[in-house]
């Protein structure tokens, strides 16, 4: 899987980094193993884990078949 390069609008290496990462829904087996890994964390006791989704992510900075970052609108889930 392709890994993101940066976390902003900005290409200033000290930009805030205020990108959230999504899954997208047809990445069938990363979404498995997410939700594998929230059981396991879940029945261990130890965080909440709540899944979001959204169709409007943000403005997008990074995209590859699997996922997307993007610096979410106001009205986006977080």
């Known amino acids: 899987m392709a890994e993101p390069t940066r976390?902003?609008?900005s290409r200033h290496p000290r930009a805030q980094?205020?990108?959230i990462s999504w899954v997208?829904?047809?990445a069938d087996e990363h979404v498995r193993r997410l939700r594998l890994l929230?059981?396991?964390?879940?029945e261990a006791g130890r965080i909440r884990i709540d899944e979001l989704r959204t169709k409007?992510?943000?403005y997008i900075v990074f995209e590859d078949d699997h996922q997307v970052v993007?610096?979410?609108f106001a009205d986006t889930p977080r």
């Open 7 to 9: 976390f902003s609008a």
């Open 17 to 19: 980094e205020t990108a």
């Open 24 to 26: 997208k829904a047809s």
């Open 38 to 42: 929230v059981a396991l964390v879940e």
């Open 56 to 58: 409007r992510p943000g």
């Open 70 to 72: 993007a610096l979410p």
